[in-house]
């Protein structure tokens, strides 16, 4: 998992590392600078989880926002008692919890209807496809596992994502979604159970046996609009490359899951942010003058 990280670089004048928590402590007390690194180094992580959860890039980017705005104007009631990473994926799982249903949502997507969609749209690669064909199965596959998340009620979901994708202890993730370690591990056991019997009996990178391949998808893909050849959403030359390592291992279903490139909060996304630092440091600087 990225992010989690505790140790960063050491402050001017200083041998020691300086941590995240330390970091907040300086943007808590007023330092613009220390508020603009502690937003930077938090993004992506909560990108990342706001995507597994929402599956759009657009509403997770536009979550990311909500929720970095939201540290920034209650980063003074944060006391320590938990890290500011802690914190601050309490807030981002509130504020997800609290979110308007996904179109998978809203359209009650089951896991058996996902599994009638894959079955239906099994075909051969155009050949007006095939120069493609690389990225745009990436694609396929990014965006089908993302899919897959959401045929899961958000408390599954929420700590699949946290125990099985980022690798949090039971006692991290309870911390985060405000639940008990015992009952995020039956959450954790129940979204288990149910995603390996879907892929197994669905998806050609875990079984054999499965009729489903990624390459298969492309075609259905493309005309029903969720993948778009001119503008991909999840894929990347970079994905590729990473996409190429994964392949050298069998995927199981924890593996498959994970086989994803290390999101990023989109440029104009972070732009946005950095807007947001400077007009609060403005609004102090006339306040306290």
Not at 55 to 60: K, S
Not at 155 to 174: C, H, K, T
Request: glycine share 6%; with cysteine.
């Amino acid at each position: 998992m990225s992010g989690l990280s505790g140790a960063r670089g050491a402050r001017p004048g200083s041998d020691h590392p300086e941590s995240l928590d330390d970091v907040a402590s300086r943007a808590r007390n007023g330092d613009p600078a220390a508020l603009g690194e502690l937003l930077g180094a938090l993004q992506d992580d909560v990108y990342r989880l706001a995507l597994r959860f929402r599956w759009d890039p657009q509403d997770a980017a536009d979550v990311t926002q909500e929720v970095l705005t939201r540290v920034v104007t209650r980063l003074s009631t944060w006391r320590g008692e938990a890290s500011v990473r802690t914190w601050v994926w309490r807030i981002t799982v509130n504020h997800l919890r609290d979110c308007a249903p996904t179109p998978f949502e809203a359209a009650q997507v089951s896991f058996d209807a996902f599994a009638a969609d894959l079955a239906d749209g099994i075909a051969p690669l155009a050949p007006a496809l095939e120069p493609d064909h690389e990225i745009l199965a990436e694609e396929v596959k990014l965006g089908c596992t993302l899919g897959m998340l959401q045929c899961l009620d958000r408390d599954q979901r929420l700590a699949y994502v946290l125990g099985e994708v980022f690798g949090l202890s039971s006692e991290q993730a309870a911390r985060i979604s405000a639940t008990s370690a015992a009952t995020h591990r039956k959450r954790l056991s129940r979204a288990r159970a149910r995603l390996r019997h879907f892929v197994e009996a669905h998806c050609g990178l875990v079984s054999d046996r499965a009729a489903c391949r990624c390459e298969l998808r492309i075609n259905r893909a493309v005309e029903s609009g969720r993948v778009n050849p001119a503008a991909p959403r999840f894929a990347s030359p970079a994905t590729l490359r990473e996409h190429a390592r994964a392949m050298d291992r069998l995927y199981d279903l924890a593996s498959l899951m994970r086989a994803h490139p290390e999101y990023r909060l989109p440029a104009e996304a972070s732009l946005d942010i950095q807007q947001l630092i400077a007009g609060r440091v403005t609004k102090e600087s006339r306040n306290s003058g």
